[in-house]
Nanobody, 123 residues
Framework: QVQLVESGGGLVQFGGSLRLSCTNSGRTFYAIAMGWFRQAPGKEREFVAS???????TYYADSVKGRFTISRDNARTVSLQMNSLIFEDTAVYYCAATERGSNWLARGQSDYWGQGTQVTVSS
């Protein structure tokens, strides 16, 4: 069982930073690939970043490369450090997880989803 719980969303000024965290609180006894997707109003959900179970492999969407960093705190928790935030980053951010590897997430697919957390970038 995989249960994803997100935290850390909120309101931030343009150019600011925010850190999201996601914890797998389910009965998973090994680290699985985890990542983040986001969905802005009127748009489809899109891949943001993913990290493998070992923490060695990461993928990023082109739109966030150089600004966002995904990291693995431990077997159950991953974080997304978001810097230099822009208005286009405003969205609901969803934690995602799969046992098929971080590349699976990078292809836009996930087996498990969190509830989502709102990130709003303001002027």
């Amino acid at each position: 069982q995989v249960q994803l719980v997100e935290s850390g969303g909120g309101l931030v000024q343009f150019g600011g930073s925010l850190r999201l965290s996601c914890t797998n609180s389910g009965r998973t006894f090994y680290a699985i690939a985890m990542g983040w997707f986001r969905q802005a109003p009127g748009k489809e959900r899109e891949f943001v970043a993913s990290i493998g179970g070992s923490g060695m492999t990461t993928y990023y969407a082109d739109s966030v490369k150089g600004r966002f960093t995904i990291s693995r705190d431990n077997a159950r928790t991953v974080s997304l450090q978001m810097n230099s935030l822009i208005f286009e980053d405003t969205a609901v951010y969803y934690c995602a997880a799969t046992e098929r590897g971080s590349n699976w997430l990078a292809r836009g697919q996930s087996d498990y989803w969190g509830q989502g957390t709102q990130v709003t970038v303001s002027s």
